[in-house]
């Protein structure tokens, strides 16, 4: 298995310094992503009254990226740089890559925004930036592609857990939405 992970991250990875604007858009997507994604959250919540909704997905994202801790306490992956592999356009800690904590962060929100959100486009959308997102990481030399398949595969397993739980989540949600409805009264 780790030689097929080497193997495609060779290849996504071998497009690096080839081109300037590629480096420079790949850099960008890959580091500055997940800030669509707060920004798509900040939207729903404020300005789009789906305060529910952007809330669970906030959970889904805080509980996948729990789950990255817990496997990171129980398996360790080398990134590729430290396994002297393929070009690193982006300076990086040489910390467990498995799986990626910004594909995480990213597919975890747009999963449950596709699940939940009457706007298909926009979470069919989302869904594909976090594809590209974790992709990109793999360009830029910071993870293999099996860390963003492992970060697919946490963002559903929190979105089954949220979803099934969220009838007892709903009095923390309610509480959230009451304190913010308070704080943007006095204001």
Do not use: C
């Not at 129980?74 to 910390?95: M, Q, S």
């Not at 929190?158 to 009838?167: D, L, Q, S, W």
Request: charged content about 15%.
């Amino acid at each position: 298995m780790e030689e097929i992970n080497q193997s495609l991250f060779l290849k996504l990875n071998s497009f690096t310094n080839t081109n300037s604007m590629l480096d420079f858009l790949g850099i960008i997507g890959a580091e500055y992503m997940p800030i669509v994604f707060i920004i798509i959250e900040i939207y729903l919540f404020f300005f789009k009254k789906k305060k529910n909704i952007a809330i669970f997905a906030f959970m889904n994202m805080l509980l996948a990226l729990g789950i990255n801790q817990v496997i990171g306490w129980f398996y360790y992956h080398n990134r590729p740089f430290v396994d002297g592999l393929g070009n690193t356009i982006v300076n990086h800690v040489a910390e467990n890559s498995f799986p990626s904590d910004h594909t995480t962060f990213m597919f975890a929100i747009a999963i449950y925004l596709y699940v939940k959100l009457d706007n298909k486009i926009l979470g069919e959308s989302l869904l594909l930036l976090s594809l590209i997102g974790g992709l990109l990481r793999v360009f830029v030399g910071v993870h293999y592609p099996f860390d963003i398949a492992g970060s697919i595969f946490v963002s559903l397993i929190a979105f089954i857990i949220i979803n099934k739980y969220e009838y007892k989540l709903q009095i923390l949600n309610d509480f959230i939405i009451k304190t913010e409805e308070r704080i943007f009264k006095k204001i």
